[in-house]
């Protein structure tokens, strides 16, 4: 079972009722406890520098649209870099005054996950060193045709949550 961080804080349960467990619930005749915890920014930031596949959520038209995106984080500015075209992907992005940018995953062993919230706004990278740079950090090589665009998140808010249970 995780057990608060110095610095992160425990979501209250839901309804408001008891210590820390956000539900409960019994499988093969053993109680399960389920947590829920804020994660430091730190923490965040190291899971967005070791994760590769997020999705980009921006404002097609009035309306809500999310891309998957395989990214690099930025350490030198904190910021989420990826590579994309001219196409929907970018011109959303650089139109709305935020977008939003999220990561997940499950913890091995399947008793915890988490997920990473970045909220801030778009903004294109045009500099050919800093572009050469966040492309030398990838990972996964994919990339469409035609002439590649970089975009960084400057990020307003990070935030984490990070999911757990335990059973007795």
């Given at each position: 079972m995780l057990?608060?961080q110095p610095g992160?804080?425990v979501l209250?349960?839901?309804?408001?009722?008891?210590?820390?467990?956000a539900?409960?619930?019994t499988l093969?005749?053993?109680t399960?406890?389920?947590f829920l915890?804020?994660?430091?920014?730190e923490?965040c930031?190291?899971l967005l520098?070791t994760?590769?596949?997020?999705?980009?959520a921006?404002v097609v038209e009035?309306?809500?649209?999310?891309?998957?995106?395989?990214?690099?984080?930025d350490r030198d500015?904190?910021?989420?870099a990826?590579?994309?075209?001219?196409?929907?992907?970018l011109y959303?992005?650089?139109?709305?005054p935020?977008?939003?940018y999220?990561?997940?995953g499950?913890?091995?062993?399947?008793?915890?996950?988490w997920?990473?919230?970045?909220?801030?706004?778009?903004?294109e990278?045009?500099?050919?060193?800093?572009?050469?740079?966040?492309?030398?950090?990838?990972?996964?090589?994919?990339?469409?045709?035609?002439q590649?665009?970089w975009?960084?998140i400057?990020?307003s808010?990070v935030?984490?949550?990070?999911?757990s249970?335990s059973?007795?």
């Amino acid at each position: 079972m995780l057990s608060p961080q110095p610095g992160a804080g425990v979501l209250p349960p839901l309804g408001g009722q008891g210590p820390v467990g956000a539900g409960c619930g019994t499988l093969a005749g053993m109680t399960s406890h389920t947590f829920l915890f804020h994660m430091r920014r730190e923490e965040c930031e190291e899971l967005l520098a070791t994760s590769t596949v997020g999705r980009l959520a921006v404002v097609v038209e009035g309306h809500p649209e999310i891309f998957p995106v395989v990214h690099v984080f930025d350490r030198d500015r904190a910021c989420v870099a990826f590579p994309t075209n001219a196409g929907t992907k970018l011109y959303s992005a650089l139109d709305w005054p935020f977008v939003a940018y999220e990561i997940d995953g499950v913890d091995p062993g399947g008793d915890s996950g988490w997920s990473v919230l970045v909220v801030g706004r778009a903004e294109e990278v045009t500099d050919a060193e800093e572009m050469a740079r966040l492309a030398g950090q990838r990972v996964a090589p994919w990339l469409g045709e035609g002439q590649v665009r970089w975009l960084r998140i400057v990020p307003s808010k990070v935030t984490g949550r990070r999911i757990s249970t335990s059973t007795s």
